[in-house]
């Protein structure tokens, strides 16, 4: 009777990549894979690319595209509060915007964790904070610090939802061969019933690397933190978000005269299938190299590849810029901010030593 050869070894096989891990972290190897794609398409379309143009009216989208993008974040800050209002918590609104703009940009760190590592830093110092001068992030009753289980759920529940409402956005595009399915995926797994332990599965697999200053025995003592219910409230600013980030990348289309060449669903679906992939895949900082490699491959076949690349490359530079406008906005208005509540108690303070001061 012939044999047929086992599965086991799919079924071992995390277990197996745990104990022989690649060289350098998957994340390197992720890193170099995108890259080279990136860069062999760079090569072969090279004088194509040299010879695009845009005209002024290219030049245009563009800096409505970095308007739309720098919006884009600042809803996303809004997202982050909605989720930290239905948390339980009480945020103050525009501090945990300022904070969110101020600290986006330090996902292009070697790591691409820091963005996410100053947040918790920041939930869990609370009063700390707030007396070296810092605004306070929430109100009471809540208080003005959350312990680390709260600040890891807080700040790790956000790119979940952005990545949901992306996939939620898809069929938008159509059937696309059965990737339209991918939309089933959010909607069972924002149910409390899986979300709770896989929320408890990053706590304690990030904890680590997010709250640097916990010993051994805190890390194993964590307890994780339950959400109250289905995230249908936060969801909703993150679908609201990652519409914006789709038109500033439509605005990078229109630059280059490429709002022909395909569907506006299908710029869409592969668009959010690109920024999905590079939000949650492990890579390099900021999703560099993956969004453009998987944008790549998923539209390559109906697109030229010159005009693609330019659209993409185009885009990576757009946002870029705007996170930096808006880390740069953020700085300049907490530091308004801050002079603004000095002024009020430096006057008391003027005043007091005059009506105290020594008389003849």
Known sequence: MPTFPSFSFLRRWPAWLAKHPLPGGSRLWVSLLSFGFVFAALIGNGPQLLATRLDPQGWLWLTIGVGISLLSLVVNGLAWTVGLRWLGFRPAWDA???????????????????????????????????????????????????????????????????????????????????????????????????????????????????AVELRPDELEALEPFALPGYPLLP?????????????????????????????????????????????????????LGVFEAVLLLRLGQEIPEAPLLAVALSYRLLVTLADVLAALTSWLDDALVAAAERRPSARAANGSMGQTGPTD
């Open 235 to 287: 969801l909703v600013p993150q679908l609201v978000f990652v519409l914006l980030r789709f038109l500033g990348f439509a605005c990078c289309v229109l630059a280059f005269d490429q709002q022909l060449s395909l569907a506006w669903p299908s710029w869409l679906a592969g668009f959010l299938l690109a920024w999905t992939v590079g939000l949650v895949v492990p890579g390099a900082p900021g999703g």
């Open 96 to 210: 945990c915007v300022r904070l969110y703009l101020r600290t986006n940009l330090l996902k292009y760190l070697p790591g691409g964790i820091w963005h996410l590592v100053a947040r918790v830093q920041r939930l869990r110092r609370g009063e700390q904070a707030k007396a070296n001068g810092d605004s306070g992030l929430l109100a009471a009753p809540a208080g003005s610090s959350l312990t680390t289980p709260q600040a890891l759920v807080a700040v790790l529940l956000d790119p979940l939802l952005a990545a949901s409402a992306a996939l939620l956005l898809i069929p938008l595009g159509g059937w696309q061969g059965g990737l339209s399915l991918l939309a089933l995926l959010p909607l069972v797994l924002l149910l409390p019933r899986w979300l709770n332990p896989l929320l408890a599965r990053l706590e304690r697999r990030r904890a680590r690397q997010l």
